[in-house]
Nanobody
Framework: VQLQAFGGGLVQAGGSLRLSCAASRSIFRIVGMTWYRQPPGKQRDLVASISIDGRTNYADSVKGRFSVSRDNSNNTVYLQMNSLKPEDTAVYYC???????????????WGQGTLVTVSS
């Protein structure tokens, strides 16, 4: 499964950005999609996830500010980030759990990161 993430950039504190991550479509069925982020010099942590039926989960640090959504018709997940803070600065990664509909095996897939920089 190929994942491509878009939408990172430089924004002032209080601003907004929208990230998107598109998964290639083939024999794979995307089950769950998740956004992670990794600040400079720190570990990679979960930001938000969404299941195939739309159930969402958020890190406490982004609740009320970030919103995750998905378009199952084109295997794309979005992360709307509002009221951004300098501490949101990180490389954001998308992850997809995919089911191979031929072999019935699951795989864990990562996209390339996209850098979000929030200036104070």
């Amino acid at each position: 499964v190929q994942l491509q993430a878009f939408g990172g950039g430089l924004v002032q504190a209080g601003g907004s950005l929208r990230l998107s991550c598109a998964a290639s479509r083939s024999i794979f069925r995307i089950v769950g999609m998740t956004w992670y982020r990794q600040p400079p010099g720190k570990q990679r942590d979960l930001v938000a996830s969404i299941s195939i039926d739309g159930r969402t989960n958020y890190a406490d640090s982004v609740k009320g500010r970030f919103s995750v959504s998905r378009d199952n018709s084109n295997n794309t997940v979005y992360l709307q980030m509002n009221s951004l803070k300098p501490e949101d600065t990180a490389v954001y990664y998308c992850n997809a759990v995919a089911l191979n509909t031929i072999t019935n095996h699951y795989s864990n897939n990562w996209g390339q990161g996209t850098l979000v920089t929030v200036s104070s």
